[in-house]
């Protein structure tokens, strides 16, 4: 039987003020759209409320009793009503939001009706209590997937304002590291019965890939399993870790706009699981430690169970954990992230900005010194915008690992800004250079290499 899934008082309340006093009302379950012998018949009982849903052009009958019926048919559901004792049939707009900040309040107007579907966990209903409480085995859990302390920290206080708020945070984490490390125990067996199994839900590469979003329909956590960088899927999640909104597309529901409640979670062993910018204030990387089965404390279902008895302790520190939003939307720069970020850059793009803030010593250390003669390296110890385009076809190799024609480095180059030309006279010979404009604001680094 189809239900609302609203916390009983609320609803009675809300559909009180559209039906007046509830009434009491059975009817046997069906196929949508076909009316049952009790519809046919009709029953003394109160009429339903006729709407008609915004997003999807369904009609929907709301009963006193709780139960929603939606039909395609305007004339089908227009004599369903009438069965019911309703005389004039008016559909009025009708229309569901998912709302984790404001968990079982739905709101009724005048001219329709706007219900909430989002339903919190029970954890997330319990009163949270002053005593300390001991969750031995998550606590191990989390330590592993996290070994970083800071890290592991600013994760509690990112959990902890969705579970107690149920915001945006606008950030995401990346955990990174081998099968077996306890990531997807800890997404399945902890985060997903304490934010509810309706609100999350894991996915995969093929998610991102897709145009066809609608099971990031109505979530609140979801985890990417086993990503790796893509063009197609970056600008896609950049969208889904900030945007207020979201537009949701599904092959049989035309394309709708929501609003936006996703908290994001990868999980990758490659070297590059999502694109990330120089500056980027998006995403918290981290390293897994290793395997479980290496680990004293890990006895397979034991812990599964171990856990279970643990998560209301673990939602009870949770619920006074003294969480602060503002940190919660920020990121930690660490090494991970920094290798993350370094993996990513394009090599012509990482080659560019070594030319342009004369770095020196790292434009020697990308390339093997078997390759670089004494001329070469006479060269660069003089850079001042300008090399030979021999010399920087030698570090393009060194930086990108593949060999590369001076006519492609050439077309690359002069659409990063880096024009050619020849130089000045050197006996009989003019040089061929590559030339280019320095950073407007070489850091400490940049003059400590000069």
Avoid at 22 to 36: H, K, R
Avoid at 99 to 111: G, I, R
Avoid at 234 to 239: G, L, M, P, Q, S
Avoid at 433 to 447: I, L, R
Wanted: contains cysteine; glycine residues 6%.
């Amino acid at each position: 039987m189809n239900k609302l899934w609203f916390n009983p008082g609320i609803l009675s309340k809300v559909l009180d003020d559209t039906f007046g006093d509830e009434g009491s009302l059975t009817v046997p379950e069906s196929a949508e759209g076909t009316p049952t012998d009790a519809e046919s018949i009709g029953d003394h009982s109160e009429p339903p409320a006729c709407f008609l849903e915004e997003i999807t052009g369904e009609y929907v009958l709301l009963f006193p009793s709780g139960r929603k019926q939606k039909y395609r048919s305007k004339a089908v559901a227009r004599e369903i009503a009438s069965h019911y004792g309703q005389e004039e049939v008016t559909f009025l707009p009708y229309r569901e939001i998912y709302d984790p900040t404001q968990p079982n309040l739905p709101v009724s107007n005048t001219d329709g009706l706007v219900l909430n579907v989002y339903e919190s966990s029970d954890f997330q209903r319990q009163t949270a209590k002053v005593v300390a409480p001991k969750f031995p085995i998550i606590l191990a859990l989390l330590e592993n997937v996290i070994p970083d302390k800071v890290s592991r920290d600013a994760f509690l206080n990112w959990l902890s304002v969705i579970f107690n708020t149920g915001k945006k945070t606008g950030t995401a984490w990346v955990i990174l590291g081998s099968q077996g490390s306890g990531k997807t125990m800890l997404f399945e067996r902890v985060l997903t019965p304490l934010l509810g199994e309706d609100n999350c839900t894991e996915l995969n590469q093929d998610a991102l890939s897709s145009r066809f979003n609608h099971l990031l329909h109505r979530k609140q956590l979801v985890c990417f399993n086993e990503v790796h960088s893509s063009k197609q899927a970056a600008e896609r999640i950049k969208t889904w870790v900030t945007e207020d909104q979201i537009r949701l597309e599904d092959k049989t529901v035309r394309a709708s706009i929501n609003r936006n409640y996703l908290n994001l979670i990868f999980t990758s062993n490659s070297q590059v699981p999502v694109a990330l910018e120089a500056d980027d204030r998006r995403f918290n990387v981290v390293r897994t430690g290793g395997p479980l089965t290496e680990l004293t404390w890990f006895n397979g279902s034991a812990t599964i169970r171990a856990i279970k008895r643990e998560f209301k302790a673990f939602a009870q520190f949770l619920k006074a954990y003294p969480y602060a939003e503002a940190d919660a939307r920020r990121t930690i720069m660490n090494t991970e992230k920094s290798r993350v970020i370094e993996a990513g850059v394009n090599p012509l793009d990482r080659l560019v900005e070594l030319l342009r803030r004369s770095r020196k010593n790292d434009l020697c250390d990308v390339v093997d010194s078997e390759l670089l003669d004494e001329h070469d390296l006479s060269e660069l110890s003089n850079l001042d915008n300008h090399l030979t385009k021999e010399l920087v076809l030698k570090l393009a190799a060194g930086i990108s690992g593949e060999s590369m024609t001076m006519t492609k480095l050439t077309r690359e180059l002069k659409s990063r800004g880096i024009s050619e030309s020849r130089g000045k006279a050197d006996g009989s010979i003019r040089k061929r250079e590559y030339t280019w404009q320095s950073s407007a604001n070489p850091d400490k680094s940049d003059k400590e290499s000069a």
